[in-house]
């Protein structure tokens, strides 16, 4: 038998996405359960992919017959003859793959029209100004998309017509004017291909269907799916979609619109979506009028608006998730172009899935599903500072909430260079086109002076939680000049401006912004979260202040609290200086002393803040030259200090019994001369007593070297210090009536005897406390896993460590040997790029390598402890991905920075439920 | 039942000698087998652990009982009484531990001698002289010993004497000259211990017992143990040994000696060792008289040499293996007063192995066995060059052959010091005593200017394997003025010597070397080793010299051929350098084409040398800026350069119209001013462009950054360029008709990925080269496995990679976490000695963490690829205890440098004997 390449609308499988495509998977559906669909078919990815293999990429046998059936199929249930001159059958051909990627494929409508099929348009809709904008539309986007000549030559004749005819908007220009439009652009196609323009609707319908299957391996679409890591295995090629047209532009009593069955950018339960009345779809899509929100609708066309609802209610109860529809009305008739799931903010997600579950339509376990554990990200985005009161420059709508400063450029590739170079950008453009999405990928947020809140910027900004500002027309944007003018007022690109897509307001300058705050419905989907969740989240703090943060963000206690940031606080760095260059045991003894009262109230302030959680605290881990200056700067310093020695002591000795100093401050009053040149000695002492250290300590490799326990072991005093700070902060806390549960944790561990020398010390330490306090300190001792060693003798380290604590950015330098400073700055760029490794395995973890090594610890951990705890501290510990290794890994928590706190909830919940059976898991 | 604490000598197990301590097995087993041993017991290593243990150290409930019976038994052999006045019973009480420490534990004469004993002794030898000597060294010794009283205030004592006497050696002293010594003795001891000296022999016998098991933790023995990591299982805790004392000093008819069963500085099976007429056996071992040669015994006591050679003949044949043994004649009868296996020199060992195989004393097993891999260093040590025809200073004896020069130095104490920090040193001392061993550990050699070759410093040198010349009469050593004065020259500390062992000669200055040779015996040995062994041994060589010495060693290939050593030679360098700086790929590709035929004409030379056997080489490792000078360096250059180019510039204005600089040269012929200023500015040029890519190649953390294939995979040319260099190579040497075989090692891999990347290019360059060639290459490809990651993904690096190369120096950095630079010089020394670490993992393969990581690869690797080849590179690569591992974890070969390929060689016969039953592991 023949490959089947070919599906009517009635006959395909709505469930088959990889063979169908979204679209047309979809299209297959809504067709089964009874929506009014134009009739259509659908030509297979498995086409596509057999097209894309052959050299000259041409349809694999029997495809062009197939659709020739399907063509028959649509005239026998249209009443319509495709090529005819009399009712000529139109229709449109859509891409669609697996992957829902918006904007990304190219879509050709109104096939089928030429000289001939034109008359017979206008015959039957006795409607020549609508038959003539159809033809005109259809050349253009032919011409573009299946042979290849640029808009820009379509546009200027275009724009050349409309100033001809002195109208401003298409909607003015009559019958005639669209037919000369139209012979024009027959020419600027015939111009650019040396072809005329193909005028057999067979050659039309086969020339599109390759120029289809063919985008699949254009540059957007390309970029797109490595942007977001689209593999093969999620989608392979597209399917060709052929619709019979129908139109929105055949009088007052036609309309076109766009609507998601939900607010996706509140997620509130109300109908939501635009239209325009006679306009075809892409009039909407492209932003090029202004549409009506659908709720005029229910004023100016009550019936329709009734059938709307219906279909929305049929949609979201048929799919239980918020559906982005695109429909037609054509003289009175309703019909559903497209569905799919709907692309919304991260807010919204949320909001609709607290009320889907409350609305019965969906249980918990598909309400955490549903959303993507980074997208909480953009929750966790400030907003602007109600108390800022700055005046916006303008206004349009709020078409993907958040807000964003940056500096204004006024076009992608700009964009995208300047990101890259780190600058924050703002991109300002008149309307987006696909083409601009590498511009997106590089801004912070998006402005656009045309389009509303369903425009392509508005679309794949809130796809991508940017903050957008759409349609804001009180700006023409001239992007020859890179200027916008707003009235008598305009910016330049590299002017700061400030956009808030909640608002929609735009600014010049940058406004201060605040901190997220959870939603209500955001707490109660995470509470759902932590109830499935096996592996409990902790949060990274070292302060009070974070740690204040983390509980608010729901951390239940804290991985990692690193006392170095302690030890560099401003008014502490003269004291751990001070230590570091003591020349002997008691001079270090005496700086410690000093530090000792410090550390205490550090811990204390975080116990209360956390109590009665559990506080994971790190010995100190870096090396000592970390707390001293570079050597370069300090032989400059001291350099520029014996020059001024000199010539104080110059000035001395010529001046010694007049008040010279005074005289050449009345003379040169900014000048700064050090009254005494004896204190000036001391700080040249003070320096080179540095500079010397700072020699000593020179390390060629100060990853590996004398470091965390390693320095520990050899200055016993500073680890004993901060044992005795965390245990007599415990005590004070405890006395307070606090419920204090103190976790010291030992880093870069690479052998049992090191944990054992430490555990000495603290039990030493805790004997002396708990005498003293009269009672008795709930403490746990734990490692650091960060060295390979550490995990390959974990059974060991088990002997004496209560918990384990994975380091992975540390773990992973040493497994790869890739110190990260030099990696990312000479080499792993190449690496990702030329696919050396999948990813930065400094970003995602790699479960392969630094995997395998966590999977032996675990297990060698507890062969000795059953059961112990293990956790992870390193970044790794916020992403999903890792996460769910860590849950697969049998972990017992992560712990990350505290705004990534509710990300890593919800992830943890994921990897529990993937777990269960009827879902893949994710690794 | 009660503990049994003693054994007598007739009822203990010659076998074990973990219980009864080597020398008292011994002399078990000698009693057993029917030699003349003097009647005696073992009180057991079992009471000494007992003892110790107890806080006040007294001796277990029982010993002292099973004592007095066993001196009863004593008495009834011996007719003697102890403590009696008439035929008195004396004993020696001796030390024996299971490990022999030559000197380490302490012995005590003549127990049982008072003031009336020694009455009694003298009525029944009628010898006073004889008593009265035998009691003042009881005296001494036992108040050194077990009273704690120094040497020092004897020797001052007996100096008093024998100067009061008149005479020059002991046995110029009379009856009554050592009776008043006695009694002076005796008042030393009351003096220092405010205790009159113990009369009671009981009383003696039971401070004596506890003086020699509280001598197991003395400095001394626990400083060996640590030295020779002596572990309790090896040995733990001394025996004693009671045992009647025979005299070698009763008249001319006695005598005592030591011999060896062969000369243990050759291994030559003649008869061996010195004996003193009328001495007892402390005179020949402290070197205070020099003895005769026992082949003088012959003319002298023809019928005792007839029994000496029996004794030694029936020794050797009962043990198998050369035996050191002591010995008395009392009054004409013969006793074997102890027997150990004979501590030899390398070259010894080897001969003796090979002469008893050949005799049929011992199998090829046991003749491996008994030698240990790391004494073969010194066959490999440098010797003398014959052409240097130094005059010697003095001559001593041959007393430890092997040469060595360093630093002359007058003590221990300070030979320790001058040795930890680098120096080479050379002991020179009058005569050697246990106390100086740390003396010893820390010098190349060692002169004395008394004693014979089987003085302590003898017999301590050989066992160190160090070189040794004793007994140098000719030097007058004054250690106050730390001086040593021969004739009318002289040299003090500090000045540079030379020792020759092999000949007994001392030179000033240092002599010329010259390298060891292979003996046949040892050329037989190592035959019969490779036969044996299952591990192949390859050597590390850069360079044809190289190559053709590790061949010379026996290696059977190269394991590791380093690229990067080629690049570095003085006159490529500046290619280097061009190469690095390019700024342009043409430009660095001219560089390479410059380096491509030497490396080809380097990698042709290393094939000639070794074909047919293989020859691995490494791709370029180092990171880039490692072939640049450092950037303080090029700054500083700069400067001297820009102020040398404003001199010139200022030269060149002023005087541009006149021949200044031929003046300036007239004037000042030495001032160098170069001749063309534009010359200057090409170098400053030069030397900026090196700082500016100086800069931008520093790492932070080289050891893990850009470098090995990260460097090849962005730079692929050079990887290319040293691809066709091996390959073209290879193809020349096959035109000239030798059997070659490439292998070619990528190293710092850590995905497969990589691995499958550089394959590709050595596929295409490979059909090239062999296309030109017109024959197929007989090249593999394989990978390093240094990075952590490696290993972990050994399966997968498989796939591509033949062979496998451990490189463990960066493995166990990495697996540490320890930069090997920074952890010698920073906390490594602190870490061994305060036993966190059992030893340095860069000297001693860790096995529990790196070998964990080894054992995970080969498993891997061979589960894609069964049998694959894997091999270890790096230093470990020559170390016995390594190389047992590496034998056990299946690798196929181990290579090390050449000169350590021999020992390699054995160590591997050995890990292959240690599997077979019968014999533990060495793991």
Not at 33 to 55: D, K, S
Not at 330 to 350: D, F, H, I, S
Not at 875 to 902: K, M, N, Q
Request: glycine residues 10%.
């Amino acid at each position: 038998m023949d490959n089947k390449w070919v599906y009517a609308f009635a006959e395909g499988d709505g469930k088959n996405k990889k063979l169908l495509g979204g679209k047309g998977a979809n299209l297959c559906e809504m067709t089964r359960i009874g929506l009014n669909v134009p009739p259509g078919f659908v030509i297979t990815t498995e086409a596509c992919l057999a097209c894309l293999a052959t050299p000259e990429r041409s349809l694999p046998d029997g495809v062009m017959a197939q659709v020739r059936d399907n063509m028959a199929a649509l005239e026998a249930a249209t009443g319509c003859t495709f090529g005819g001159r009399d009712k000529p059958l139109l229709v449109s051909v859509r891409s669609g793959s697996a992957m829902s990627m918006p904007g990304m494929m190219d879509t050709i409508l109104n096939l089928g029209l030429n000289a001939e099929t034109l008359h017979g348009l206008i015959a039957q809709t006795g409607n020549p100004r609508f038959a003539y904008d159809a033809y005109r539309r259809f050349i253009q986007l032919f011409g573009k998309v299946a042979l290849g000549v640029p808009d820009e030559a379509f546009d200027a004749e275009f724009e050349a017509a409309r100033q001809q005819a002195g109208v401003k908007h298409d909607i003015g220009l009559s019958a005639a004017d669209l037919a000369g439009i139209a012979e024009r652009f027959l020419a600027v196609v015939h111009e650019a291909t040396g072809k005329p323009f193909p005028v057999d609707p067979h050659e039309q319908l086969e020339i599109a269907i390759k120029a289809v299957f063919n985008s699949w391996l254009g540059k957007r679409a390309v970029d797109y799916r490595r942007e977001f890591n689209i593999t093969p295995e999620m989608a392979n090629g597209t399917a060709v979609n052929v619709v019979t047209m129908v139109f929105g532009n055949m009088g007052d009593d036609s309309a076109t619109g766009v609507g998601f069955t939900r607010d996706p950018g509140t997620g509130e339960n109300v109908m939501f979506g635009e239209y325009l009345v006679n306009a075809q779809g892409e009039d909407v899509v492209a932003g090029i009028r202004t549409p009506k929100p659908v709720a005029e609708m229910a004023r100016e066309m009550p019936d329709l608006h009734r059938q709307l609802v219906e279909l929305r209610d049929r949609l979201e109860g048929h799919y239980r998730e918020v559906q982005d529809y695109e429909y037609t009305i054509e003289r009175g008739t309703l019909y559903c172009l497209q569905t799919r799931n709907g692309k919304m903010n991260a807010a919204a997600l949320v909001r609709s899935s607290v009320d889907m579950v409350r609305e019965g339509l969906i249980d918990k376990r598909a309400a955490l599903l549903r959303i993507q554990p980074e997208v909480l990200e953009q929750l966790l985005f400030p907003r602007l500072d109600p108390k800022a009161k700055a005046r916006p420059l303008a206004r349009g709508l709020p078409a993907s909430p958040g807000a964003a400063s940056g500096i204004a450029v006024f076009d992608a590739d700009r964009a995208e260079a300047l990101g890259r170079s780190g600058e924050k950008v703002i991109l300002v453009r008149e309307e987006t086109r696909p083409e601009d999405i590498h511009g997106f990928f590089a801004s912070q947020g998006i402005l656009t002076s045309r389009g509303g809140k369903t425009s392509h910027a508005a679309v794949v900004a809130r796809g991508m939680g940017k903050p957008c500002v759409a349609g804001a027309e009180g700006i023409h944007v001239d992007v020859q000049a890179r200027r916008a003018i707003v009235g008598d007022q305009s910016f330049g690109e590299g002017t700061l401006i400030t956009v808030d897509g909640t608002t929609g307001d735009v600014f010049i300058g940058a406004v201060p912004m605040i901190e997220a705050t959870f939603s209500d419905e955001l707490a109660t989907l995470l509470g759902w979260a932590d109830a499935l969740a096996r592996l409990q989240v902790l949060a990274n703090a070292d302060t009070p202040h974070d740690a204040e943060r983390a509980v608010r963000f729901g951390a239940m206690g804290i991985g990692l609290c690193r006392t170095e940031r302690m030890f560099n606080a401003v008014e502490r760095l003269p004291i751990v200086v001070e230590m570091i260059v003591a020349e002997t045991p008691a001079d270090r003894q005496r700086a410690l002393d000093k530090l000792l009262p410090i550390q205490r109230e550090d811990f204390a302030g975080i116990f209360r803040a956390m109590a009665p959680r559990p506080v994971t605290i790190r010995l100190l881990d870096p090396p000592m030259h970390e707390f001293l200056p570079g050597e370069r700067q300090l032989v400059e310093e001291l350099e520029r200090l014996r020059h001024l020695r000199e010539t104080v002591n110059g000035l001395q000795v010529l001046h010694d019994s007049v008040d010279f100093l005074y005289r050449v401050r009345e003379v040169h009053p900014h000048v700064d001369l050090p009254a005494d040149p004896v204190l000036v000695d001391e700080v040249i002492a003070k320096k080179e007593a540095m500079l010397k250290k700072v020699r000593a300590l020179f390390e060629v490799n100060p990853m590996l070297g004398h470091r965390g326990v390693r320095l520990g072991l050899t200055s016993p005093e500073i680890y004993r210090m901060q044992i005795r700070a965390i245990l007599e902060a415990a005590a004070d806390c405890r006395r307070e009536g606090l419920a204090v549960h103190p976790e010291i944790m030992v880093p870069q561990v690479c052998t049992a005897q090191e944990l054992k020398t430490v555990k000495g010390w603290v039990d030493e330490i805790r004997a002396e406390v708990e005498k003293d306090c009269g009672f008795t300190l709930d403490v746990s001792y734990g490692s650091m896993l960060e060295v390979v060693r550490a995990c390959l003798r974990a059974d060991a380290l088990a002997e004496d460590a209560e918990f384990f604590s994975f380091g992975t950015n540390d773990l992973t330098q040493a497994t790869f040997s890739f110190s990260r400073e030099d990696a990312e700055n000479k080499f792993l760029p190449a690496y990702t790029q030329g696919r050396i490794l999948q990813h930065n395995p400094f970003e995602v973890l790699d479960v392969k390598g630094v995997g395998q090594l966590m999977e032996l610890a675990v297990a060698g951990g507890r062969k000795t402890r059953p059961g112990m705890k293990v956790g992870i501290c390193g970044e790794h510990g916020g992403h999903p991905a890792s996460i769910a290794f860590c849950h697969h890994a049998g972990l017992s928590y992560v712990s990350c920075s505290g705004p990534r706190v509710p990300i890593a909830r919800l992830a943890a919940a994921h990897a529990a439920l993937n777990e269960l059976p009827g879902h893949s898991t994710s690794l």
